[in-house]
């Protein structure tokens, strides 16, 4: 029984070499990652990335061929799951139907033979945590799903654990109630003196809770950072695509630099290597309609072909030559005071040299 | 609702579609509630009359006073504790069977449940027979351990509780393993690997999680096995030897005997008491409604 009273200190999380195959799959190929205390990290990924393997290998349900995963300075690789002293939320909330609520989040704590009187305050304390104090007798059955995901968190922290592990804890709940959790779930880690790795594949939502983002595509990292260098510099063409909004424009070399539509564009970063062909990665919000006539914004001309209406924005879909399409969002508040370009107007776009990344396409 | 008033659209109509739906319903089942009227409800409503009449016709609880006698006492006795003994033992076989396949891959799984269910479609006498042919005084079982020299003289192993109790564990193990297998494969096996993520071993996640859940196929298991266990004839009867006496013999006798079917028909009405009694007692000691709650 670890450290049931003991007060928690968050633990750092380092994964080195790890390797997991499926057959001729390689799930998890040659992962390392570190994972600093109390960081809150999200394991990003398409289906079959291999992201919900590295969290299992982390929980101990799968068990992999080589490599390290230590908590703190223990080697926890060949430790049984339940060993490990981890908090782990499932995906489908994996609550225990026969039980009541109170009993449900108890568990951990009663595993742990931690006196009744002190299972049900603590638990009691922990449903409070997530907004449901008072819930405690209530049934499984009688909760909404975003009820019993927080029943789930109450339970995978109620006995303090110093890792949490989450496998796409929000992904059942309703569009609304599911962005309302990953603010609550923010919160609630700012409280909690933990670790948490979290699965998902929702990429907006990794953007919206996490400290750091680790991108994993077929069984590897391909980029780990801060939600904010990942949307602005993704260090390839997998995840800028993946993450966020992204029209991608092919851009010829020219000498050193770069260039589009026959002019040299204004890069901050260096061109990439080799002489493969480019892309230019254009979030739709970053897109200027008014070119500025200073020295720092590149300019794309193109045709308007169709103005949607989306509410809050209005997106147009222009032409740049070639056949490639490039997108631009205009916020509707602003909309209504410019006037939107008619289709098949000539029209020309900003795009500042910060804003502008150019990637090379992958081999293979 | 009346059809003067057409202040609802077209509410009618849909009247009638609701009714044309019931009476559809209704036409489907009555055949079944008939059958079940005319072969279960009535020659049970005529037995139970039949059981408050004395040997001329005459109204009495002559019947169920004699059932207090020792012989029948005993039978009761008896037939509560083979059934009790065959359930019990169908528990400890068939649960870690029903475990076993139901954590087995779903085609392996088929494959062995058709093996749990091939005695099945085997007459209940023929495999009494079969057990006889095994264990009687001269069978494969004396004869294998006399020439192997482990015994000097035949075991008394049929025409004794032993034997009826082993017939009809092999009998009724499929109506345990079955309700029970389909309860466990319907557990979530997060649930288990959620209980060990939380930190309780496998062990613990078992007995703390997975059995609990499963209570509710076992309860049906056991339920199903007890009450017809109850009622058994043909395998204590041959197995047994005539030594044995479960009720459903006694009440043979008392026909094929002594003709005396007031007597026999209070046997069964007693039978079925109990039977229902005991379901009744079992469902408020499981709580089965909170337990069917998923």
């Given at each position: 029984m670890d450290a049931a009273g003991a007060s928690s200190q968050s633990l750092p999380i380092t994964v080195r070499n790890l390797v997991k195959t499926y057959g001729d799959l390689r799930v998890l190929d040659d992962v390392s990652i570190a994972i600093r205390p109390g960081e809150f990290m999200t394991l990003l990924g398409p289906s079959g990335s291999g992201k919900t393997t590295l969290l299992m290998a982390l929980a101990g349900f799968v068990s992999p061929e080589s490599g390290s995963i230590r908590f703190g300075e223990q080697e926890m690789i060949t430790t049984s799951p339940h060993k490990r002293g981890v908090g782990m939320v499932f995906q489908n909330y994996a609550l225990f139907p026969f039980m009541s609520?109170?009993?449900n989040v108890a568990y951990p704590l009663k595993i742990r033979g931690v006196s009744p009187a002190e299972q049900k305050s603590r638990a009691e304390a922990a449903l409070e945590m997530v907004k449901l104090g008072g819930y405690g007798g209530r049934r499984i059955n009688q909760l909404s799903g975003g009820q019993k995901q927080r029943v789930a968190l109450a339970r995978a922290m109620v006995f303090e654990p110093r890792i949490i592990l989450m496998d796409e804890p929000l992904s059942a709940l309703d569009k609304k109630l599911?962005?309302?959790?990953?603010?609550?779930?923010?919160?609630l880690h700012q409280k909690l003196d933990a670790t948490i790795v979290y699965v998902t594949h929702d990429q907006r939502e990794a953007l919206t809770m996490?400290?750091?983002?680790a991108v994993i595509n077929r069984g590897r990292i391909a980029q780990l950072d801060e939600p904010k260098a990942l949307y602005r510099r993704p260090n390839s063409l997998f995840v800028a695509d993946f993450i966020g909004e992204t029209v991608l424009l092919p851009v010829q070399r020219e000498g050193d630099g770069v260039s589009l539509q026959g002019r040299k564009l204004k890069l901050s970063t260096p061109t990439p290597p080799g002489n493969g062909p480019l892309q230019l990665v254009i979030r739709p919000e970053l897109l200027q309609l008014e070119v500025g006539d200073n020295g720092d914004t590149n300019t794309i001309a193109g045709v308007v072909r169709q103005t949607v209406y989306q509410g809050d924005s209005v997106l147009l879909i222009i032409d740049a030559g070639d056949g490639h399409e490039v997108s631009v969002r205009i916020a509707t508040s602003r909309a209504g005071q410019a006037s939107i370009p008619d289709s098949s107007s000539q029209i020309a776009l900003g795009l500042h040299r910060d804003d502008t990344v150019v990637l090379a396409e992958q081999k293979s | 609702m009346s059809a003067g008033t057409a202040s609802a659209i077209n509410a009618d109509e849909l009247a009638r579609g609701h009714w044309r739906e019931r009476a559809q319903f209704?036409?489907?089942?009555?055949?079944?509630?008939l059958l079940i009227l005319i072969v279960v409800f009535l020659p049970l409503f005529w037995l139970s009359?039949?059981?408050?009449?004395?040997?001329v016709g005459e109204l009495s609880s002559e019947n169920y006073q004699r059932l207090t006698g020792d012989l029948y006492v005993e039978a009761f006795v008896v037939t509560f504790q083979i059934s009790a003994s065959v359930t019990a033992l169908c528990v400890l076989l068939g649960y870690p069977l029903a475990y076993w396949l139901s954590r087995k891959p779903q085609q392996t799984a088929n494959l062995l449940m058709i093996c749990v269910l091939l005695p099945f479609w085997t007459a209940v006498l023929v495999r009494t027979y079969a057990w006889l042919v095994l264990l009687q005084r001269n069978g494969l079982?004396?004869?294998?351990?006399?020439?192997?020299?482990v015994i000097d003289a035949p075991l008394q192993l049929a025409h004794n509780l032993t034997a009826s109790i082993i017939g009809m564990v092999h009998i009724m193990l499929p109506f345990l393993v079955l309700p029970l297998y389909a309860t466990m494969k319907s557990i979530d096996s997060d649930l288990v690997r959620a209980s060990v993520g939380l930190g309780s071993s496998p062990t613990e996640a078992f007995w703390r999680i997975f059995v609990p859940m499963s209570l509710p196929g076992l309860f049906a298991g056991v339920v199903l096995v007890f009450i017809m266990s109850l009622g058994f004839y043909v395998t204590p009867a041959l197995l047994g030897g005539g030594r044995i006496q479960m009720l459903a013999q006694r009440i043979e006798s008392t026909i094929t005997i002594f003709s005396n079917w007031g007597a026999a028909s209070a046997l069964g009405v007693a039978l079925l008491v109990m039977a229902l009694a005991l379901v009744a007692l079992l469902h408020r000691v499981f709580g089965l409604d909170k337990l069917f709650v998923r």
């Amino acid at each position: 029984m670890d450290a049931a009273g003991a007060s928690s200190q968050s633990l750092p999380i380092t994964v080195r070499n790890l390797v997991k195959t499926y057959g001729d799959l390689r799930v998890l190929d040659d992962v390392s990652i570190a994972i600093r205390p109390g960081e809150f990290m999200t394991l990003l990924g398409p289906s079959g990335s291999g992201k919900t393997t590295l969290l299992m290998a982390l929980a101990g349900f799968v068990s992999p061929e080589s490599g390290s995963i230590r908590f703190g300075e223990q080697e926890m690789i060949t430790t049984s799951p339940h060993k490990r002293g981890v908090g782990m939320v499932f995906q489908n909330y994996a609550l225990f139907p026969f039980m009541s609520v109170a009993e449900n989040v108890a568990y951990p704590l009663k595993i742990r033979g931690v006196s009744p009187a002190e299972q049900k305050s603590r638990a009691e304390a922990a449903l409070e945590m997530v907004k449901l104090g008072g819930y405690g007798g209530r049934r499984i059955n009688q909760l909404s799903g975003g009820q019993k995901q927080r029943v789930a968190l109450a339970r995978a922290m109620v006995f303090e654990p110093r890792i949490i592990l989450m496998d796409e804890p929000l992904s059942a709940l309703d569009k609304k109630l599911r962005e309302q959790m990953q603010i609550e779930l923010k919160q609630l880690h700012q409280k909690l003196d933990a670790t948490i790795v979290y699965v998902t594949h929702d990429q907006r939502e990794a953007l919206t809770m996490s400290d750091r983002i680790a991108v994993i595509n077929r069984g590897r990292i391909a980029q780990l950072d801060e939600p904010k260098a990942l949307y602005r510099r993704p260090n390839s063409l997998f995840v800028a695509d993946f993450i966020g909004e992204t029209v991608l424009l092919p851009v010829q070399r020219e000498g050193d630099g770069v260039s589009l539509q026959g002019r040299k564009l204004k890069l901050s970063t260096p061109t990439p290597p080799g002489n493969g062909p480019l892309q230019l990665v254009i979030r739709p919000e970053l897109l200027q309609l008014e070119v500025g006539d200073n020295g720092d914004t590149n300019t794309i001309a193109g045709v308007v072909r169709q103005t949607v209406y989306q509410g809050d924005s209005v997106l147009l879909i222009i032409d740049a030559g070639d056949g490639h399409e490039v997108s631009v969002r205009i916020a509707t508040s602003r909309a209504g005071q410019a006037s939107i370009p008619d289709s098949s107007s000539q029209i020309a776009l900003g795009l500042h040299r910060d804003d502008t990344v150019v990637l090379a396409e992958q081999k293979s | 609702m009346s059809a003067g008033t057409a202040s609802a659209i077209n509410a009618d109509e849909l009247a009638r579609g609701h009714w044309r739906e019931r009476a559809q319903f209704i036409g489907l089942s009555l055949p079944a509630t008939l059958l079940i009227l005319i072969v279960v409800f009535l020659p049970l409503f005529w037995l139970s009359s039949l059981s408050f009449l004395d040997r001329v016709g005459e109204l009495s609880s002559e019947n169920y006073q004699r059932l207090t006698g020792d012989l029948y006492v005993e039978a009761f006795v008896v037939t509560f504790q083979i059934s009790a003994s065959v359930t019990a033992l169908c528990v400890l076989l068939g649960y870690p069977l029903a475990y076993w396949l139901s954590r087995k891959p779903q085609q392996t799984a088929n494959l062995l449940m058709i093996c749990v269910l091939l005695p099945f479609w085997t007459a209940v006498l023929v495999r009494t027979y079969a057990w006889l042919v095994l264990l009687q005084r001269n069978g494969l079982i004396n004869n294998t351990l006399l020439s192997l020299g482990v015994i000097d003289a035949p075991l008394q192993l049929a025409h004794n509780l032993t034997a009826s109790i082993i017939g009809m564990v092999h009998i009724m193990l499929p109506f345990l393993v079955l309700p029970l297998y389909a309860t466990m494969k319907s557990i979530d096996s997060d649930l288990v690997r959620a209980s060990v993520g939380l930190g309780s071993s496998p062990t613990e996640a078992f007995w703390r999680i997975f059995v609990p859940m499963s209570l509710p196929g076992l309860f049906a298991g056991v339920v199903l096995v007890f009450i017809m266990s109850l009622g058994f004839y043909v395998t204590p009867a041959l197995l047994g030897g005539g030594r044995i006496q479960m009720l459903a013999q006694r009440i043979e006798s008392t026909i094929t005997i002594f003709s005396n079917w007031g007597a026999a028909s209070a046997l069964g009405v007693a039978l079925l008491v109990m039977a229902l009694a005991l379901v009744a007692l079992l469902h408020r000691v499981f709580g089965l409604d909170k337990l069917f709650v998923r």
